[in-house]
């Protein structure tokens, strides 16, 4: 009975969404203040609706209730409770619920923490978010429904998918969805603004939280989608340029030029429009993500199976929306002011050429997702996009970026002095260099390439740091009053320093680990040796191991450096008793910020077995730089003047008012 009770409540959610994507839409037309405030009210009622729906399906997967079908298709008995839990969202209806649930949950955030805004605008955001939230609640009925029957119910279900029964993957979607659906919230205000005809600084300060939000967390879940293909899929690679990984980067790389964009339009009015139109190409490319991993069209590790109706579903929810939403801008835009002036030379200038690099970047990987699922359609021909080519068109394309990274803070605004960040910046570009080439003489050599690329990285972690140096007064003033300048710089600057700083870690990390990364495949017998980075590994031999719902056969591995133990570690070959399912769990020792990396492939005839040996030297620092800069996003998020929103106007003296204090004088 509580299976058909939480389908009701998503019955009555839909019917709530109606009512809040047409009532106060009609209400803030009308200015009729009653209607407008079933909006905030509205959308808390669809909150918690959804939100025991999803409760249901969860419950449904703790107890293994297998007369549901998706319960039946994505979970067995045996599974960790860990696993039940994270299941709910390990397929295609279920992650529709958790989209659904973290939308319903953004929207609540607009009503409940959206006290200052105002009441038209307000009624028109969530208006629209009720709008999003009516087609994915239709497409889950219609096509997705998590609790459908079966009759009889099975005794035992099919299991979750062995590659899924992983922490990383029981953190990697909720955290993904945070950030793709975040940007709803950034599209309501674009749509919402469109529709009033108004866009302001004030506008820009209310969407600035959203999207620093949605960037965060989005940038939090590709790293931990990355990380979990490193070490779950024992292929040794961090990143694939697969088309479903392209889907994560691409509103990540809009939704860092939203960001920047927004910033501007904030403190001098200007980029007006094309701050706008980003908002909504940075959620259309969330929604596109969607349609690739959901509709069928692609396989991938990451992707779900699923059928042409529900592929057809979404493409038409794509049509309706951004073909609806750059309809609307197109009509609204001749109307709306173009924003403040200001020199090329100035924080402005770098920031637009910021938003170019960046937006042109995503417009080479959507290229290369997209080209050959429209060649194929178009002649059948199947083709393959892969690295040689994003490595070559996106990294050209960040060279310039990560040059200019550091000037931008550096710069005034209006009008900047590039001579003088110059000045501030060339002893930290020869620090940078200098440091390079030890790292590039620590680690015997490479492509000479590579010293300009680790120099980056370490320019743009000094270059973060030159900023607060210089704000602060470090060397100019007495150190007391530095210190003071500096802990009363806004929470703001620092997540700043902060996420550029963790770019360029991330730089470092990706740099150092192509060029310097040492592979080696050898056939072993137990006591047999195999060197790698320094490091000598003996193989110890394999010994049977029997897990909760799964047998494996572990490989045991000693590491010494100069004949002294430093470690151990393991590897298996692991094999899933319901869907008999093989899985290989690499073997990963850390030191420092690099990393032994072993991963075991098919015995031998004479009683060996393969393995695989890399040295992945920073490594680590590709996820810590992520980690930095996400911490910068939450430092910037604290920031109060983030929390308090946009200022609003005093109203002006009546006259007689001014007539009094006038005599008064």
């Given at each position: 009975?509580?299976?058909?009770?939480?389908?009701?409540?998503?019955?009555?959610?839909?019917?709530?969404?109606?009512?809040?994507?047409?009532?106060?839409?009609?209400?803030?037309?009308?200015?009729?203040?009653?209607?407008?405030e079933v909006?905030?009210?509205?959308?808390?009622?669809?909150?918690?609706?959804?939100?025991?729906?999803?409760?249901?399906?969860?419950?449904?997967?703790?107890?293994?209730?297998?007369?549901?079908?998706?319960?039946?298709?994505?979970?067995?008995?045996?599974?960790?409770?860990?696993?039940?839990?994270?299941?709910?969202?390990?397929?295609?209806?279920?992650?529709?619920?958790?989209?659904?649930m973290?939308?319903?949950?953004?929207?609540?955030?607009?009503?409940?923490?959206?006290?200052?805004?105002?009441?038209?605008?307000?009624?028109?955001?969530?208006?629209?978010?009720?709008?999003?939230?009516?087609?994915?609640?239709?497409?889950?009925?219609?096509?997705?429904?998590?609790?459908?029957?079966?009759?009889?119910?099975?005794?035992?279900?099919?299991?979750?998918?062995?590659?899924?029964?992983?922490?990383?993957?029981?953190?990697?979607?909720?955290?993904?969805?945070?950030?793709?659906?975040?940007?709803?919230?950034?599209?309501?205000?674009?749509?919402?603004?469109?529709?009033?005809?108004?866009?302001?600084?004030?506008?820009?300060?209310?969407?600035?939280?959203?999207?620093?939000?949605?960037?965060?967390?989005?940038?939090?879940?590709?790293?931990?989608?990355?990380?979990?293909?490193?070490?779950?899929?024992?292929?040794?690679?961090?990143?694939?340029?697969?088309?479903?990984?392209?889907?994560?980067?691409?509103?990540?790389?809009?939704?860092?030029?939203l960001?920047?964009?927004?910033?501007?339009?904030?403190?001098?009015?200007?980029?007006?429009?094309?701050?706008?139109?980003?908002?909504?190409?940075?959620?259309?490319?969330?929604?596109?993500?969607t349609?690739?991993?959901?509709?069928?069209?692609?396989?991938?590790?990451?992707?779900?199976?699923?059928?042409?109706?529900?592929?057809?579903?979404i493409?038409?929810?794509?049509?309706?929306?951004?073909?609806?939403?750059?309809?609307?801008?197109?009509?609204?835009?001749?109307?709306?002011?173009?924003?403040?002036?200001?020199?090329?030379?100035?924080?402005e200038?770098?920031?637009?050429?910021?938003?170019?690099i960046?937006?042109?970047?995503?417009?080479?990987?959507?290229?290369?997702?997209?080209?050959?699922?429209l060649?194929?359609?178009?002649?059948?021909?199947?083709?393959s996009?892969?690295?040689?080519?994003?490595?070559?068109?996106?990294?050209?394309?960040?060279?310039?970026?990560?040059?200019?990274?550091?000037?931008?803070?550096?710069?005034?605004?209006?009008?900047?002095?590039?001579?003088?960040?110059?000045?501030?910046?060339?002893?930290?570009?020869?620090?940078?260099?200098?440091?390079?080439?030890?790292?590039?003489?620590?680690?015997?050599?490479?492509?000479?390439?590579?010293?300009?690329?680790?120099?980056?990285?370490?320019?743009?972690?000094?270059?973060?740091?030159?900023?607060?140096?210089y704000?602060?007064?470090?060397?100019?003033?007495?150190?007391?009053?530095?210190?003071?300048?500096?802990?009363?710089?806004?929470?703001?600057?620092?997540?700043?320093?902060?996420?550029?700083?963790?770019?360029?870690?991330?730089?470092?990390?990706?740099?150092?680990?192509?060029?310097?990364?040492?592979?080696?495949?050898?056939?072993?017998?137990?006591?047999?040796?195999?060197?790698?980075?320094?490091?000598?590994?003996?193989?110890?031999?394999?010994?049977?191991?029997?897990?909760?719902?799964?047998?494996?056969?572990?490989?045991?591995?000693?590491?010494?450096?100069?004949?002294?133990?430093?470690?151990?570690?393991?590897?298996?070959?692991?094999?899933?008793?319901?869907?008999?399912?093989?899985?290989?769990?690499?073997?990963?020792?850390?030191?420092?910020?690099?990393?032994?990396y072993?991963?075991?492939?098919?015995?031998?005839?004479?009683?060996?077995?393969?393995?695989?040996?890399?040295?992945?030297?920073?490594?680590?620092?590709?996820?810590?730089?992520?980690?930095?800069?996400?911490?910068?996003g939450?430092?910037?998020?604290?920031?109060?003047?983030l929390?308090?929103?946009?200022?609003?106007?005093?109203?002006?003296?009546?006259?007689?008012?001014?007539?009094?204090?006038?005599?008064?004088?």
């Amino acid at each position: 009975m509580i299976i058909e009770i939480g389908h009701y409540a998503l019955v009555l959610a839909l019917a709530t969404a109606i009512v809040v994507s047409v009532v106060p839409a009609i209400g803030a037309r009308r200015l009729d203040h009653q209607m407008m405030e079933v909006a905030p009210l509205g959308s808390v009622i669809f909150f918690l609706l959804v939100a025991f729906s999803f409760g249901v399906l969860t419950y449904a997967h703790v107890v293994s209730d297998f007369s549901v079908e998706n319960v039946w298709e994505n979970s067995h008995s045996l599974v960790p409770l860990i696993y039940k839990y994270s299941g709910v969202w390990g397929n295609h209806e279920g992650s529709m619920m958790l989209w659904l649930m973290i939308l319903s949950l953004f929207t609540a955030f607009v009503a409940v923490f959206g006290r200052n805004l105002p009441q038209t605008l307000k009624a028109n955001v969530l208006s629209v978010q009720a709008w999003i939230s009516v087609t994915f609640i239709l497409f889950i009925l219609l096509t997705s429904n998590p609790f459908a029957r079966l009759d009889p119910a099975p005794a035992e279900g099919k299991d979750l998918n062995p590659v899924l029964q992983d922490v990383g993957l029981a953190i990697h979607p909720p955290l993904l969805y945070l950030g793709y659906v975040g940007f709803s919230v950034c599209f309501s205000f674009a749509i919402a603004a469109l529709i009033e005809g108004r866009i302001d600084a004030a506008w820009a300060r209310w969407v600035r939280p959203w999207t620093l939000a949605a960037w965060t967390f989005l940038t939090l879940g590709i790293a931990m989608g990355s990380y979990w293909a490193y070490y779950e899929l024992g292929w040794g690679g961090w990143w694939f340029w697969d088309p479903v990984e392209n889907s994560s980067l691409m509103p990540w790389l809009a939704g860092t030029a939203l960001l920047h964009s927004a910033l501007v339009m904030e403190k001098r009015e200007a980029l007006k429009i094309w701050t706008v139109l980003l908002a909504i190409l940075t959620f259309s490319l969330s929604l596109m993500g969607t349609f690739l991993v959901r509709s069928g069209v692609l396989t991938s590790v990451h992707a779900f199976a699923s059928d042409p109706s529900r592929g057809i579903f979404i493409l038409c929810i794509l049509m309706v929306f951004i073909g609806g939403s750059l309809s609307l801008f197109a009509y609204r835009a001749p109307t709306l002011s173009a924003g403040g002036l200001f020199a090329p030379i100035s924080r402005e200038g770098s920031l637009v050429l910021n938003n170019l690099i960046l937006t042109v970047a995503c417009g080479t990987v959507l290229t290369g997702t997209l080209y050959p699922l429209l060649l194929e359609t178009i002649t059948g021909d199947k083709i393959s996009v892969g690295a040689p080519f994003f490595n070559l068109t996106f990294g050209s394309l960040m060279i310039p970026l990560l040059i200019i990274v550091p000037f931008g803070p550096l710069l005034a605004w209006k009008r900047g002095d590039l001579l003088g960040a110059m000045q501030r910046l060339y002893l930290v570009a020869a620090i940078s260099f200098a440091a390079a080439l030890a790292v590039f003489y620590a680690y015997h050599g490479g492509p000479v390439l590579s010293i300009f690329g680790l120099a980056a990285g370490l320019y743009l972690v000094l270059g973060a740091l030159t900023e607060l140096w210089y704000r602060a007064g470090v060397g100019n003033v007495p150190n007391r009053v530095a210190w003071r300048r500096l802990s009363g710089l806004p929470r703001s600057a620092f997540g700043t320093a902060l996420a550029h700083a963790g770019l360029g870690l991330t730089v470092l990390g990706i740099v150092a680990v192509t060029t310097f990364e040492t592979e080696r495949v050898a056939q072993m017998k137990p006591g047999e040796t195999i060197d790698a980075g320094g490091y000598s590994i003996r193989f110890d031999g394999m010994r049977p191991e029997r897990g909760q719902n799964y047998k494996e056969d572990r490989g045991h591995f000693i590491i010494s450096r100069g004949g002294v133990s430093v470690g151990e570690t393991w590897s298996a070959k692991r094999v899933y008793d319901a869907r008999q399912m093989p899985t290989t769990e690499a073997g990963i020792l850390t030191f420092g910020s690099s990393q032994l990396y072993l991963s075991l492939g098919d015995p031998t005839n004479d009683g060996g077995i393969v393995v695989r040996v890399w040295w992945k030297p920073l490594i680590t620092l590709i996820w810590g730089g992520a980690l930095v800069m996400a911490a910068g996003g939450f430092v910037s998020l604290s920031d109060r003047r983030l929390r308090i929103g946009a200022p609003s106007r005093k109203a002006k003296p009546s006259r007689s008012l001014t007539s009094i204090a006038e005599l008064a004088e």
